[in-house]
């Protein structure tokens, strides 16, 4: 490899474990967000949940773009989640393939298995995170813009 090959195998080096981190973040949020999920199903189930947007809307009023605003924020963190843990995952899984393919050339069959249950844990790892919090995000999702409705034809039989 010449210069500029090598500096750029030696950057993408860098971002493995920053990378790996971000992914285990992301696991971490998944599962914080499907507790609380779970949590608020069951509440929703035993009709004791109370509508934080119906409490966000009685404390500082508003139109009906404000409480759409309000609920983009509420699924931000879920939505951002379930879009960039996959690619984070796909970077996890490339940067091992490097040094693989360097092992394989080598005929080096524990470096080539080292580096590819590296590459392969960390994208199951992302792609669950993405999975959970995808499921979360489209069923609160459902949720909020139901109880936006019903604070709309509130309104509408004023």
């Known amino acids: 490899m010449n210069g500029l090959e090598t500096s750029i195998y030696e950057i993408t080096r860098l971002f493995l474990v920053p ?7 992301s696991l971490a949020y998944a ?6 999920f779970a949590l608020e199903a069951w509440q ?5 949940y ?11 009023g508003g139109s ?3 409480l759409e605003l309000w609920i983009m924020k509420q699924l931000e963190w879920l939505r951002i989640t379930s879009r960039s843990a996959p690619m984070l995952g796909l970077v996890a899984t490339m940067i091992p393939m490097g040094p693989a393919l360097l092992a394989l050339t080598r005929n080096d069959a524990q470096g080539i298995g080292e580096n590819m249950v590296v590459a392969f844990s960390s994208v199951i790892v ?4 993405a999975s959970i919090t ?9 949720w909020l813009l ?3 409705r019903s604070i709309e034809r509130a309104w509408e039989q004023a």
């Open 64 to 66: 009906s773009d404000d």
């Open 126 to 129: 992302a792609l669950l995170s």
């Open 50 to 60: 109370q509508s934080r947007l119906a409490r966000w809307y009685e404390q500082h």
């Open 146 to 148: 139901q109880e936006l």
């Open 19 to 25: 990378v790996m981190l971000l992914i285990l973040a």
């Open 31 to 36: 599962c914080f967000a499907l507790g609380a």
């Open 134 to 142: 995808f499921f979360i995000l489209t069923v609160r999702r459902r």
């Open 44 to 48: 929703r189930h035993r009709a004791r």
